[in-house]
């Protein structure tokens, strides 16, 4: 073996150990994410990467992606990327405004930003995402109208974009409970994803998924494989497995993580999914893509046929021009998008 | 039967019933050690989770004395005031009762009431100081209120405690030797009183019953002289851990008939049962027809299963005598049932069995004592529901009911549980000291200040040191107006309530916005209206949800975000479409749940 890092050697052997877990099929994306991949040396991806093709098969045309820092790349560092065959960058951008990134304490500066983002398409990466916040205390709707054409100018093939969310715990949280800062209501966040929407589609980028949004033929595929009911092998601290199932997750704490395999111990938790949860599931995050949910697939999956189990809620849906039907596949309008999970609950099964 | 003993343990709130009960059932070997465990006989979930005792629960014992074995029926009674009807069929069925006190709080208001209820029924009283074990126990003190109080020797009054056994062995003698062995002729016609039933969904209806007179043999034709319906008693037995069955029973004895009969209204609480081709000529007088303090609609979630509710209401009531209802509709809820409870604990408590032991979900609407609304024409209507009140120009004047409320308090919160009566609209009607340090005021108060949650406050202000007991008095004339809520303009009805004037204004603030903290936000705004008459005194608006999804859903956040869906799917069935509002359960309850 050849690192010394405690962590990346257990994940080496995690590979070795999970090497059936996706049942020998051929492995169509590799994501480096979670933290800060894009710190990791080049002899340490390459281990990876090697650990991963050792242990299965990797179809040549693989989409890999590393996520980036902006203040983690220079020239240097994208060639070393690109001679390791890294085909995508997930660089988290966030914001072009110097005052969002200082609120959402980024180490990036906005001219970093772009700096990056050029300087990735000139050493031959032609598959970038960036993500973009929205409802941003402070952020005006002329702002944000403008992070999205910088966006746009940028040329790059596509964008996530998510809102602040303030959640308990967090320190936007306590310090909204303070009164010291103000979640942006509702119907302005609404405006801000709307305008993005429209002025993506405008430009050629359009919406897959609630949060997605990619040039033709360049959707991720890697995220679509979770809402796809697609299996998928998590490696590393924290990192989820999904097998049709059942899902897990690994343990968190880095040296908790390592030390399992060390000493041999269990490094996940699991949880079995029963038929219900595996339909809550599907719908769940099939409603989230603008593909939507294919109903004969619920008919033969799940025994259920979905339209005429819910004929006042469907009714009440098409009232309110939130679902459109193509044959068999049932998918969200603009509108049900927005409000995707609340629709998605209503279709829920519930065992008690 | 001159070795039975029938009786009853009978005490104020948590002053040791079930607990001492306990220790009995162990000393006579009724229960093995493996199955005791603390309060054995509160075997109901709620009663457990809660820890108070809210069934009467009837076990047979057997003790040897003297060479002689003797049978003895226990009754555990319930301590809480909403649930003293329990206790006063219990008495029904005694010779004795054992008045439990404890050693460190000495008499208190149910200790009283309690105690007369024993005696008016010739109860022998055995008293006996509880919680000895206690650092904190007042023996001489309270023996001596005992004393005052029944007018017993300070030797009758037994020293125990439930925790250590201490005095379980005088209890046992005192119960053979001091409670008389029941009367009655084995050879007799058979008369016996029905006081309690249960339905069981495997066996149809287990009816409980004490016998006067005769025998009851299994296989017998039986008939019920009040609803004169015929059976064959398919088996019959004793209460013990559990239902042993016999194949005779005679005089003197408490026991369980099983007659395969499924439907509720069959049978009823007070009958007497006798045989079918040698009936008692009198039936024994029955129980008092429970007066209800408070009203409430109870009605479905989902309304389609308002036969179901009506089907899990009587059955519930064979098990709770004091629960009474009738049919009622509501505009905004549809058809449910307009209940009468003994008190707001009885309340929740039937709510909550609805929705364990009969799986129904059901929206309990904001409670209202009965008031009498006089029209001009000089007639009277009597209320149990503020949207029967008549148009306020026809009517002259409206009554409320009062009570004489007796409260026991320790000589130092006198001063604040004062101030919280006359908040209350109370007046001081009297002020005896009992002993030094221990005070009863007598106070009149209108019952709809008192149901409430004035128990809780008593509670809170006199950090436990005081207790209360009440008896209606009479009507009085009163100032109330009717506060209604109005959703988008609409009144629901079921969200009205009766207020006194002084109150109006306030309670309608706080009661919108309670609700705007209740009601989930929708897909439409929804304005929150609190009136009286045509003035609108309160408005809240809750805004519209336009946007209902979480950014991110990769790996890791997917089952959780789905078991957060489950969840809201789950709060969802329990909410209740008003208009086209989605009202949760609890909304309908705001008005009490102004202070949380
Ligand atoms: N120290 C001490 N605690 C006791 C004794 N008897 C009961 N307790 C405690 O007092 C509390 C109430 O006891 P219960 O036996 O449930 O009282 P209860 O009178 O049956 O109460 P209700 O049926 O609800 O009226 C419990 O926490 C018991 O553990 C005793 O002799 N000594
Ligand atoms: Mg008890």
Known sequence: MKTKDPVLKAMVLEFQKQRDYLNKERIETIYFGGGTPSLLEEHEIQLLLDAARENFEVSPTAEVTMECNPDDLNPTK????????????????????????????????????????????????????????????????????????????????????????????????KWVNAGSMHQVEDDEASEQFLTLVERLHDAGIEQYEVSNFARKGYESKHNSAYWNNTTYLGIGPSAHSFNGNSRQWNVAHNVRYSKAFAEGLNWYEKEILTPAAQFNEYIMTGLRTVKGIDLGRIRDDFNIDLASANVELIQGMHDRKEVIFAGDQMSLTKKGLLRADAIASDFFIIES | MKNTRNFCIIAHIDHGKSTLADRLLHKTGTISDRDLQEQTLDDMDIERERGITIKSHAIQMKHSADGEEYILNLIDTPGHVDFSYEVSRSIAACEGALLIVDASQGIEAQTISNLYLAIEHDLEIIPILNKMDLDSANPEEVTDQIVDLIGCSPDDVIPASGKTGMGVDEILHAIIHRIKAPVGDPNGQLQAMVFDSV?????????????????????????????????????????????????????????YIITGVKDAKEIKVGDTLTLSNDPCKTAIKGFEDVKPM?????????????????????????????????????????????????????????????????????????????????????????????????????????????????????????????????????????????????????????LGEVVFDFYDKLKTVSRGYASFDYFTADYRKSDLVKLDIMLNGDPVDALSALIHKDHAFDLGKRICLKLKQLIPRQQFMIALQASIGAKIIARETITAVRKDVTAKCYGGDISRKRKLLEKQKKGKKRMRQVGRIEVPQEAFLAVLKLND
């Open chain 1, 78 to 173: 994208l060639e070393e990327l690109k001679r390791l065959g890294i085909n995508r960058l997930s660089i988290g951008i966030q914001s072009f405004r110097d005052e969002d990134l200082k609120l959402m304490n980024r180490a990036h500066k906005a001219n970093e930003a772009t700096r990056c983002v050029r300087e990735a398409q000139s050493a031959g990466f032609d598959n970038i995402t960036i993500d973009l916040i929205y409802a941003i205390p402070n952020l005006s709707q002329e702002a944000w109208i403008k992070n999205v054409d910088q966006a746009i100018a940028l040329g790059v093939q596509h964008v996530s974009s998510y809102c602040l969310t303030f959640e308990d715990g967090t320190a936007f949280g």
């Open chain 2, 199 to 255: 339905y069981n969904s495997f066996r149809g209806i287990i009816a409980y019953y004490r016998i006067m007179n005769g025998r009851l043999k299994k296989g017998d034709r039986i008939k019920f002289i009040n609803t004169e319906r015929e059976y064959y008693a398919d088996e019959i037995g004793v209460l013990g851990m559990g239902l042993i069955p016999r194949t005779m029973l005679e005089a003197g004895n408490v026991g």
């Open chain 2, 294 to 446: 408070v009203f409430a609609g109870i009605y479905p979630v989902d309304t389609e299963e308002y036969e179901e509710l009506r089907s899990s209401m009587e059955k519930l009531q064979l098990n709770d005598a004091s629960l009474v209802f009738e049919p009622e509709s509501s505009a905004a809820l549809g058809f449910g049932f307009r209940c009468g409870f003994l008190g707001m604990l009885h309340m929740e408590i039937i709510q909550e069995r609805l929705e364990r032991e009969f799986a129904m979900t059901v929206i309990t609407t904001v409670p209202n004592v009965s008031y009498k609304a006089y029209v001009k024409n000089g007639t009277m209507i009597e209320l149990h529901n503020p949207s029967d009140m008549p148009n306020p120009s026809s009517m002259d004047y409206i009554e409320e009911p009062y009570i004489v409320a007796q409260i026991i308090s320790k000589s130092e919160y006198v001063g604040a549980v004062m101030t919280l009566c006359i908040e209350k609209r109370g007046e001081l009607k009297n002020q005896v000291y009992l002993t030094s340090n221990r005070v009863e005021l007598t106070f009149e108060m209108p």
